[in-house]
């Protein structure tokens, strides 16, 4: 809207005072990239610290923007927001917090002085990056049985088998925990998979 005030003065010249207000129409513009999955190297409590950047675009307020963070944690549909998550100053800010492992989003809006307003929603995941541990028990005895391995019905000399399982070595009572649930052992020659 415009607004023109004109005035005579007596010098002969005409001075007017003239109103002009402007709008600003235009949504801020969020922006992030593509993180790699964030590893959990906790094996009690099954998560991790997530670091999470991006930056915001405003031409009407960048100085007194709001933004609000909420979080869908599992991709399950209900977001919870995040209230001392946020850091930053225009116009970078990070999102911190500690999540557990699996699939995640988060949700970003920025609202500006003009009341416009963008969202973005911010796909992340955090992995199990740490193997289990197991403690194997130490000084096992086994007999050898008898073997032919030739087929000639008779113990070929100096040939011996048992049988014995993988789990028959690990210690149970000290086993760490594990976050990908279960664990599988397996006996394997040095050098094979």
């Known amino acids: ?10 010098t002969g010249y005409y001075q007017y005072t003239q109103i002009i207000k ?13 993180a790699d999955p964030f590893c959990s190297l906790d094996s009690e409590d099954c998560d991790a610290t997530v670091t999470y950047g991006f930056t915001v675009a405003e031409d009407c307020t960048p100085d007194a923007l709001s933004i609000t963070v909420a979080v869908d944690a599992f991709n399950n549909g209900s977001f919870e927001v995040l209230t001392d998550a946020l850091s930053g100053a225009y116009p ?5 917090g500690v999540f557990p492992i699996g699939d995640h989003t988060f949700e970003v809006v920025v609202e ?26 130490n000084g096992i005895a086994v007999e050898l049985m008898p073997v032919d391995l030739d087929g000639d019905n008779l113990p070929d000399p100096g040939q011996g088998m048992a049988e014995i399982w993988a ?3 690990v ?9 990908s649930e279960p664990i599988k052992y397996s006996i394997n020659r040095v050098g094979e998979p």
Not at 1 to 10: A, C, I, N, Q
């Open 112 to 137: 500006d002085g003009c009341g416009n307003s963008d969202l973005v929603t911010i796909p992340f995941t955090v992995e199990d990056c740490k193997a289990p541990a197991p403690i194997c028990l």
């Open 167 to 169: 789990s028959d070595y």
């Open 171 to 179: 210690n149970v009572a000290s086993q760490s925990p594990d976050c």
């Open 22 to 34: 402007v709008y600003d129409d235009q949504a801020p513009v969020i922006s992030f990239g593509t």
């Open 92 to 96: 970078n800010y990070t999102i911190e």
């Open 1 to 10: 809207d415009d607004y023109y005030s004109f005035e005579y003065d007596e």
